[in-house]
Nanobody, 125 residues
Framework: QVQLVESGGGLVQAGGSLRLSCAAS????????MAWFRQAPGKEREFVAA????????YYADSMKGRFTISRDNAKNTVYLQMDTLKPEDTAVYYC??????????????????WGQGTQVTVSS
């Protein structure tokens, strides 16, 4: 089992920045590929970014490229999502997720075995 706990969400003005953190516990963190997804009210869950266990590869949804950065610190069992130049349409609950396929990045939610409880990000215009 892997337990994931997100933090760092909040209210920010458009153009601002936030850094989300996701602390993991339970298994060898570096064996897991990690990702961030988000879900806005009335919308389906959406892939945001993913990173392999060794940080060798990262992948972003098109709308986040250049604005969001995913990273991880395996010594701290933590994955991060730095979000810059935030827009009102980035408002959503953000979830981190872990997959046992540590060597790949995938946008497919069903391949992630573990999920956090989510953290709310609200961007005001």
């Amino acid at each position: 089992q892997v337990q994931l706990v997100e933090s760092g969400g909040g209210l920010v003005q458009a153009g601002g920045s936030l850094r989300l953190s996701c602390a993991a516990s339970g298994r060898t963190f570096s064996n897991y590929g990690m990702a961030w997804f988000r879900q806005a009210p009335g919308k389906e869950r959406e892939f945001v970014a993913a990173i392999t266990g060794s940080s060798s590869r990262r992948y972003y949804a098109d709308s986040m490229k250049g604005r969001f950065t995913i990273s991880r610190d395996n010594a701290k069992n933590t994955v991060y999502l730095q979000m810059d130049t935030l827009k009102p349409e980035d408002t959503a609950v953000y979830y981190c997720a872990a997959t046992g396929f540590g060597g790949v990045v995938t946008t497919t939610a069903r391949l992630y075995d573990y999920w956090g409880q989510g953290t709310q990000v609200t961007v005001s215009s």
